[in-house]
Every structure is written in C-alpha cells, then in structure tokens.
C-alpha cells in the first residue's frame, strides 16, 4: 500500500471491468468488445471528463483530483459507499502534501474500560483498524476464548481467521468472514497506507496464507457495521448473534463492537450459559492474558 499510484491503478482498472455498457446505460454495438467492461473512453464520457484525464487518473495520479471529479468517476463506475471512501483517501494520500502519520490506536482510555465494565450482559470488546482486540469485557472474552487461545500477540480476528486451523469450525460462515476482513483491512489501508504495523501484518498473512493473496488481490472493500455472526462456541456450542460495530468518536480508529440475542432465543439462553462458564474462568483467563501480554480483559 506504499505503492499508491499502483495500487490507484489497479483500483480504478478493477472497478470498470466489472461494468458493462448495459449496467451503465451505453448500447452495447457488436460483440467484439476488447476489454471486459468499459472502455476508458466510456468511462470519461459518462463522468464528464476528458479522455486524457481519466486515463491520468486510471494511471494512479490521483493527485489534485476535485471531490466533484472523484464523485463523477465513483458514480460512473457505480462505486458502493465503502469503494466511494476507499478511492477519496487514495486521492489523499496520493495529495503532493503528505499527513502525519498516524498509527492504529493499541490502547483505550480508562473511561473506556468503564463503558466495556458496564456492559454485563452481552459481548462487548474494542478493536482498532488493524482488527487487534485492545480490550474486552468478560463475556467477550469467554466468547472469544478460541481466538485468545491463538499464542500469537497482538489478539488479532484477521490474523485467526487465516492462519489458525480453528477459525473454521469457530466462524460456520468462516469463508464470508475471510473474504470481509481482507476487504476491511483494505479499507483501513487506504485510510492509513503507512501504518508500519498493518504493513507488518498484511505481509505476514500474503506470505502465510495463500487464500488471502487472492482475497487481497481482489481489491475489495466493506464496511463492518451491523450484521449476523453465526458462531461455534467449545462450550456453549451454537450462536447466531446480531451485531453492531460502532466507531468512537472521542477516540479516532477505534470501534466498539457489542453482540446481542433475542431475548428467549437459543442464542440468548447460551450467553447465559457462557456469562456462568466466564465467571468460573476469570482468574485463568487474566492469568494468561496477562502472561501473553495481550489484550485488556476487564471482568
């Protein structure tokens, strides 16, 4: 992601591929077509920009691109509102004035850890952009237990669900889960290319893991706000909880992450199950976080 004119590039090239002149409203004349998708040509016409331009910007110089061109391209290639992101900050780290440089957050304030303590009867943890748990209350630890489990530090969802054996049978939709935080990790590194420990982490899994060389190579990207998380628990067995994700924003790159069930549902009665299990386990479960060095578990 140093690269940002390639990876500009390849973005942009991606995205009008998978366009084709029906989707876009062109008549399609012949069958003949060279490219799959739109021509640049096409593309240009439809944003309202010249020929020359679009083909600068699909080259990755993205630099100086207005809002009102980066809006007219993203609604020509029908980008979705996490692509239409995803292309703004290329634009700005593309910008001939870099930002600072600004680093996941790899802690939480102590008012924080008061929010997680207070939540008692569901799941809640905090997580920054690089998906590393910084801190979690006692449910979600014991929900997580599989994932603290993994010796490797930072505790980290990408890093277990890639290169740890488990996460299939912990995540039942573990291959929508992978090909969802390769995306948001893409996602992350547009909005912070130069963070030298998701750098870190996004060589360590293409050099480990096959499947997200070609989850990365993609170039897709996705927001992770609400949803359903179907899960396998050692000790309670099946959940489906809905979730939210929900950034804060006294504390810029982290989210709060809290799963709940319907009340009187199957999923419901085994967090209750595990609220009793996780009392049992508190002291272990401190005792080996804090033995790893790993992430904050409040009880």
Known sequence: ????????????????????????????YGGNRRVAGLRREEVA?????????????????????SDAVLDAVARTLQLDEAEREYLFDLARAAGTVRRGERRAPSTV????????????????????????ILAANLLARALY??????????VNTTRFAYLNPAAREFWRDWDSITHDSAAMLRLEAGRNPHDPELIRLIGELSTQSELFRERWASRDVKFHRSGVKRLHHPVVGDL???YES?????????????????????????LKLLASWAATQ???????????SGAITRA
């Open 240 to 242: 489906e909880l809905n």
């Open 246 to 270: 929900m950034e804060l924003p006294s504390e810029p790159g982290l989210v709060l992450n809290v799963y709940t069930a319907p009340a009187g549902s199957p999923s419901s009665d085994a």
């Open 282 to 292: 508190a002291a272990e479960f401190a005792a080996t976080d804090a033995k790893a």
């Open 145 to 154: 237990s599989p994932v603290f489990d993994d010796p490797r530090r930072p």
């Open 45 to 65: 016409m439809l944003a309202g920009v010249s020929v020359d331009y679009y083909v600068r910007l699909e080259r990755g110089n993205l630099s100086g691109a």
């Open 1 to 28: 992601m140093t690269d940002i004119r390639a990876e500009a590039k390849e973005f942009l090239s991606s995205r009008r591929a998978r366009i084709t002149p029906e989707q876009a409203g062109l008549p399609a």
């Open 109 to 132: 304030r102590p008012a924080v850890l008061q929010v997680l303590d207070a939540i008692t009867e569901a799941p809640a943890w905090v997580r920054n952009g690089r998906h590393d």
